[in-house]
């Protein structure tokens, strides 16, 4: 039987924020206020569109990287929560952290069945032949694909035209004009002078022309290994047996219900320990429908106990791509690249496809994959962004 994706898009839309490392120590406290479990104090209510009835995120993203501090949430929060601390900064400074100005939506896909890498490419390889620029998010549940908010009638036609599954019907969003050949334009930037690739190898080739241009190296940080764990269900946290509504009503003690009581706090503690220490790496997931997603730095397991499941003996490493200098707009970079590496090393070693995942932050990108096949992997992308295969 032929496997059918299904994907869904989230309520809301969605900014990504890069703040550099040197400016992390400022931004700590607005990261803290957005990750942290939110009451219903009325002060909220603005930056609550963002959150469900019981407090949760419907999607929340926070990195640090080598490369960078990046943030994806909710557009009321990166208004009210991170706007506010830009604007106090001094104008040489502020002028250093960005909020991207379009916006974005959140496709989430499930995808049981199928190996990370086959995930990877049939999610991102359609999308980018269409000329859509995405960023792609892998989760110990779930994939995550960032779109231009803009795009989404294109996005929709192309994923159903590819046999996905939308829980909603998406659909009903889509016009019955023929599906457009290419994406529209932003106003800062020309009209492609040339027609999107026809092909999936022509993508290969072109993402790799556009990566040597803009002098993008791949490069491993020494030392760094990286584990993919989640914490616990609800259920494995709450007594939900004893548990009452979700409401703003008080509980039997006369006190106030708070999200607090319906998540693992010692998860959240640790999450604030190894924040404040400016991990080298560190990247979080929150999901409504998904426990918490960790991509750990592992010298920073100890911290998290019992807090945390997953192959916590893992050995990931990842292949950075410093992404600097390409514009927001770039298409076809995680397709392309992890493309690429499946084709070359898959012919070797097939578990590649099994698992490869990727991380797509502001302003950087990283292939995720074992310690050995990270190496093969950083051997093939070396030589393809080499000034010299120009």
């Known amino acids: ?57 419907g999607f929340l993203n926070i990195s640090i990287t080598p490369v960078e501090c990046s943030v994806v949430c909710h557009s009321s929060w990166a208004r009210n929560v991170f706007e506010p601390v830009i604007k106090r900064l001094p104008p040489h400074v502020s002028k250093l952290v960005s909020i991207s100005r379009d916006s974005y939506l959140i496709l989430s896909v499930i995808s049981a069945g199928m190996d990370a890498g086959g995930r990877v490419m049939d999610l991102t390889s359609p999308l980018a032949l269409a000329g859509v620029p995405i960023f792609f998010i892998t989760t110990y549940y779930s994939d995550f694909i960032l779109v231009p908010s803009k795009d989404r009638q294109t996005v929709v036609q192309v994923l159903l035209a590819r046999n996905f599954e939308f829980d909603k019907d998406e659909s009903a969003y889509v016009s019955p004009s023929v599906m457009p050949r290419h994406r529209g334009t932003s106003r800062n930037h020309d009209p492609p002078s040339t027609p999107p690739p026809s092909n999936v190898v022509e993508l290969q080739a072109r993402t790799f022309e556009f990566l040597r241009k803009r002098n993008v190296t791949p490069y491993i940080s020494p030392c760094l290994t990286l584990v993919q764990c989640s914490g616990r269900r609800s259920s494995q946290v709450v007594d939900y047996g004893h548990r009452p509504n979700l409401s703003r009503q008080t509980s039997g003690n006369g006190h106030r219900r708070s999200w607090l009581d319906n998540v693992d706090t010692k998860l959240y503690t640790s999450l604030i320990s190894v924040l404040a220490k400016q991990p080298r790496f560190l990247s979080i997931t929150l999901a409504q429908e998904d426990p918490p997603s960790l991509l750990l730095d592992k010298e920073h397991l100890g911290v998290f106990g019992d807090s945390i499941v997953g192959d916590t003996e893992g050995d990931l490493v990842p292949v950075f791509l410093d992404l600097a200098n390409l514009p927001l707009e770039a298409t076809g970079i995680v397709s392309g690249v992890a493309g690429r590496l499946i084709t070359e090393m898959g012919t070797e070693d097939t578990s590649i496809n099994s698992e490869l995942s990727y991380l797509s932050t502001a302003r950087a990108g990283a292939v995720i994959l074992s310690s050995q096949q990270s190496m093969k992997a950083l051997e093939i992308l070396k030589p393809l962004l080499s000034k010299e295969q120009a």
């Open 1 to 57: 039987m032929e496997e059918r994706l299904s994907a869904r898009i989230l309520d809301g839309t969605f900014r990504l924020i890069h703040i550099p490392l040197t400016l992390y120590s400022t931004f700590l406290q607005p990261i803290l206020q957005v990750l942290l479990p939110q009451d219903d104090d009325d002060s909220l209510a603005i930056e609550a569109e963002g959150l469900s009835i019981d407090n949760k995120h």
